[in-house]
């Protein structure tokens, strides 16, 4: 989630982040980080790039999918990364 207020104001409705926000605060603390923490595996910011692209990954295949058919494959397939990545 971007943080708009708006989203607050609409009933029945389960309030999510977004990857793609995520991934760019990975980014810029990988950018901030000292060159020697670059490619170092156990950089919280190298880690949390390499999931937000096996996720995008995941999704660039799913492009001519139905929105049925997404939801399946997210949850077969997204949904192990997502809890392999909160361990």
Same mark, same amino acid.
């Given at each position: ?26 980014? =810029? ?6 060159? =020697? ?26 492009? =001519?999918?139905?929105?049925? =058919?997404? %939801? ?14 909160? %361990?």
């Amino acid at each position: 989630m971007d943080g708009y207020a708006g989203y607050h104001k609409v009933a029945k409705v389960k309030l999510v982040g977004c990857w793609a926000h995520a991934c760019r605060k990975f980014d =810029e603390a990988q950018r901030a980080a000292p060159p =020697e923490a670059l490619h170092n595996p156990e950089s919280v910011a190298v880690q949390g790039l390499a999931f937000c692209n096996k996720l995008f990954a995941l999704e660039r295949g799913w492009t =001519e999918a139905t929105p049925e =058919e997404r %939801k399946a494959a997210r949850t077969a397939h997204s949904q192990p990364v997502v809890e392999a990545y909160g %361990k």
